[in-house]
């Protein structure tokens, strides 16, 4: 087997967190192949971010830079990742499981006519055999999965790896991987961006399940957001969290449909 590939991902403040996670989890998994971790840093002109990369794990940098990827047009990242990994002959290629992995691996996987695994929780490795675990039925239990063709795009479910460890000060190469990119290829075009104003936590630093004590307090709450849901004229909804605790009573597809 090759080295495996991790797609790293920029955000305001350097390499994003979605992609600090995924250099953890290859880290590990390559440490258990005894293989390489090489980092594909996609780029319209060199910014120090390929740089940047060798500090968290990757023990080689793949910088793929070309003007055509100003905007990060998802068919000139496919095109860009499909050369990298036929010129590398790469095995495996881990993407976050956010909206842009999401969209590029399946199409990654069938044009070079490989395997794909979504939202990834675990990676296990025996000998050159490949195990991935994801949860199935709403996170109750877990399903492994062992493709047998090649290359596997894998998408990793954001927070459910610890991020990679930064090493200050350790040398890695940074090699230029030439592709061949054609404007023909886009077939949208964004006109304009929009940033929203966030105020406060986001939301997915605060997701996740947790203890509600006391019983009475919960009570409460709960109590309180059905009679404003009522006030309304609406319905209080509830997580499966929330439900699989006992918290909120479910209720069946045809309780729901009754209710209407």
């Known amino acids: 087997m090759t ?26 998994l390559a440490d258990c192949l005894e293989r390489k971790v090489g980092a594909v840093v996609l ?17 080689t940098v ?33 993407l976050a499981d ?22 990834v929780v675990g990676l296990e490795a025996e000998g050159t055999n490949l195990t991935f675990r994801r949860q199935l039925y709403g996170g109750r239990c877990l399903g492994s999965f062992a ?35 054609d404007p023909s290829l886009i077939r949208a075009k964004v006109v304009e961006r929009v940033a929203e104003d966030v105020r406060g936590v986001k939301l997915e630093k605060r997701a996740g399940r947790r203890e509600w004590r006391p019983e009475a307090s919960r009570a409460r709450t709960l109590s309180s957001l059905d009679a404003l849901a009522q006030l309304l004229n ?11 605790a006992g918290w909120v009573r479910y209720l069946g597809r045809s309780a729901r449909q009754g209710r209407r």
């Open 147 to 181: 493709p047998q063709r090649r290359p596997v795009i894998v998408t990793v479910k954001l927070r459910s790896q610890a991020p990679a460890a930064e090493c200050p000060g350790r040398p890695v190469p940074v090699e230029d991987v030439s592709v061949s990119l």
């Open 62 to 94: 793949l910088a793929v830079r070309h003007p055509l990827l100003a905007g990060r047009p998802p068919e000139i990242c496919l095109a860009a990742l499909q050369q990298v990994l036929m010129q590398k002959k790469s095995e495996v290629l881990l």
């Open 234 to 244: 609406g319905a209080m909804g509830a997580s499966r969290a929330a439900t699989d």
């Open 43 to 59: 780029e319209e002109a060199p910014s120090g971010l390929s740089e940047a990369v060798g500090a968290y794990g990757a023990d």
């Open 98 to 119: 956010d909206d842009g992995g999401r969209e590029l691996a399946p199409r990654l996987a069938h044009s070079l006519d490989g395997a794909v695994v979504t939202e």
């Open 3 to 28: 080295d495996i590939l991790v797609l790293v991902e920029r955000s305001e403040a350097g390499i994003s967190r979605n992609s600090l996670e995924v250099l953890g989890a290859a880290r590990r």
